[in-house]
């Protein structure tokens, strides 16, 4: 915990789909002693307990996802873990998030504005017993409008797209494959526009032609400053 009287570090990662905000700051949280929480895989774990229910997503309303919020909880990793876990009925769930179906039908539960204020409030209660690095869309605007680092990580869609069927199959893109997922972020971006907002005073990095070390670098250097 830090030292001083101020509150305990925050650092917001935020970006848009696949810019590599969790990947980051799972790093930087682990270069700099810190916990890692990933906004969007609460996001998952509530949508995962909402699936779970079995009615169409078009059936859904805003007040039966909200029912099914509390199912959805973080919990610290294993001893030496830098990041929160995802719990659905308390235990891991990290497979089931991960999925095709949970994948389709986050964005519309992350659109529902008193769904967004319970996630929220859960990070907010994570940061106040944990120096922590957040990622998400809005951690930098609506969650956390004082922290003493924000970032907004951004990339092409192409460079996206390439990164994301690179770490889903092991191996790099053909033409084809990577026209198609180009098209499926930027269809994600405009869909999640709404939320994702950069703060005025966020500080801008493009990662389409550096490594992502260099990316955590970078991110570690200003963390250092904050503190």
């Not at 009615?55 to 099914?68: G, M």
């Not at 610290?76 to 830098?82: F, H, K, V, W």
Request: proline share 6%; aromatic share 4%; net charge negative.
């Amino acid at each position: 915990m830090s030292s001083d009287s101020r509150p305990p570090l925050v650092i917001t990662i935020d970006g848009p789909a696949a810019s590599g905000k969790s990947s980051t700051a799972k790093m930087v949280a682990a270069a700099l002693g810190l916990r890692h929480v990933d906004s969007g895989m609460i996001y998952r774990t509530v949508t995962a307990a909402r699936l779970r229910q079995g009615d169409a997503p078009e059936e859904w309303t805003e007040q039966s996802v909200l029912d099914a919020a509390p199912r959805a909880t973080v919990a610290p990793g294993a001893p030496g873990a830098t990041s929160f876990e995802p719990r659905l009925d308390g235990i891991d769930c990290e497979a089931e998030i991960r999925g095709d179906a949970v994948t389709a039908t986050v964005s519309l539960v992350a659109k529902m504005p008193r769904v967004r204020a319970w996630v929220n409030a859960l990070v907010r209660a994570t940061a106040a017993e944990h120096e922590i690095v957040v990622d998400g869309r809005d951690m930098g605007t609506a969650v956390f409008p004082d922290a003493r680092l924000k970032v907004w990580l951004v990339a092409l869609p192409a460079e996206r797209a390439r990164r994301r069927i690179l770490q889903r199959t092991g191996e790099a893109p053909d033409a084809v494959a990577l026209v198609a997922e180009t098209a499926e972020l930027e269809a994600r971006d405009q869909k999640d526009r709404e939320q994702t907002q950069p703060a005025a005073d966020a500080v801008w990095i493009d990662t389409t032609g550096i490594t992502q070390a260099e990316q955590v670098e970078r991110i570690v250097r200003l963390a250092a400053e904050r503190r």
